[in-house]
C-alpha cells in the first residue's frame, strides 16, 4: 500500500490523540475498580485451634479459647477456627473451621494427632471447612441412615450437599485429583472423589494448634 506523507501525519496525529484520551480516562477507570483486597491481620493471626461460639453445642461457652486435650470425651466433636500466619498465601482465606474430635485410636493416627488416654484416643482434626466433592460444609453426626445406601451408622462426617460419607476412624492414604498423596477420613460413600484431609494437630503450652505441615492437602475447591 502506498502511504503518503499527508496520510502518515493524519494517522499519527488521529493516533496521539487516542492515546491522550486513553491517558485520561485512566483514572476515571480506576475509581469503577474494585477496592483492593483486604490483608488478614497479622495481630489476628493464630496457630491455635479456638472454640467457635456455637449455641446449643457442649463448647458453647467456651468460644474464643483454646481448645485443650481435657475439655473432651470421647466422640466429643468441636467446631474450631484456625488462623495461622501463612494461611491466605498459602489457601488464601484468614481463617478457615475445622473438626476437632477425640476418637479411639488407631494406628494411621499416629503423627497426625494428639495421643490421649495412654495411648487409646486420639485428638484429630479434620477439614470440614470445605467438601472435596463440591465445596459444601460436612458436618458430624453421631448416628443416622443413609439415604444411599440404607445403611445405618454411627459418628461419621455426612456432607450435606450429596451425601458423601466419610470415617473419621478409618484415617487412610489418598490421592486427590492432583494426584498428590493426602490423609483423610475414608470415603464411605457418595460422590466426593476422596475422602476428607486430616490437618496435622499437636499440643503446644497445654493447648492443642494446627500444623501447616501439609497445607497441600487443603489446596482444592479454590483453596490455594
Ligand atoms: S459437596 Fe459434599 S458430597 Fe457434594
Not at 496520510?7 to 477496592?35: C, D, N
Not at 470425651?73 to 473451621?97: F, M, R, S, T, Y
Not at 448416628?143 to 460419607?165: A, R, V
Amino acid at each position: 500500500m502506498n502511504i503518503t506523507r499527508r496520510g502518515f501525519l493524519q494517522g499519527a496525529i488521529g493516533l496521539a490523540g487516542a492515546g491522550m484520551t486513553t491517558a485520561l480516562a485512566v483514572p476515571a477507570l480506576k475509581t469503577l475498580l474494585p477496592p483492593p483486597v483486604t490483608r488478614c491481620n497479622d495481630d489476628d493471626a493464630h496457630e491455635t485451634l479456638t472454640y467457635k461460639s456455637e449455641s446449643g453445642k457442649w463448647y458453647e461457652n467456651m468460644g474464643g479459647s483454646v481448645a485443650k486435650k481435657e475439655d473432651f470425651n470421647l466422640w466429643d466433636v468441636a467446631i474450631v477456627d484456625w488462623a495461622p500466619k501463612d494461611l491466605e498465601q498459602e489457601l488464601g482465606a484468614c481463617e478457615i473451621q475445622l473438626a476437632l474430635a477425640k476418637v479411639p485410636a488407631e494406628p494411621s493416627m499416629n503423627g497426625l494427632g494428639v495421643s490421649v488416654d495412654d495411648g487409646n484416643a486420639y485428638l484429630m482434626a479434620y477439614h470440614t471447612y470445605k467438601c472435596p466433592h463440591l465445596c459444601c460444609k460436612p458436618v458430624f453426626s453421631a448416628e443416622g441412615t443413609s439415604t444411599i445406601s440404607g445403611n445405618d451408622y454411627e459418628n461419621m462426617f455426612l456432607c450435606p450437599c450429596h451425601l458423601s460419607l466419610f470415617d473419621p476412624l478409618s484415617v487412610i492414604k489418598n490421592v486427590d485429583e492432583q494426584g498428590r498423596e493426602v490423609m483423610a477420613a475414608e470415603l464411605l460413600e457418595g460422590p466426593a472423589p476422596y475422602g476428607l484431609p486430616v490437618v496435622p494437630i499437636e499440643e503446644k503450652d497445654g493447648g492443642l494448634v494446627g500444623l501447616m505441615t501439609q497445607i497441600e492437602w487443603l489446596k482444592y475447591c479454590g483453596q490455594g
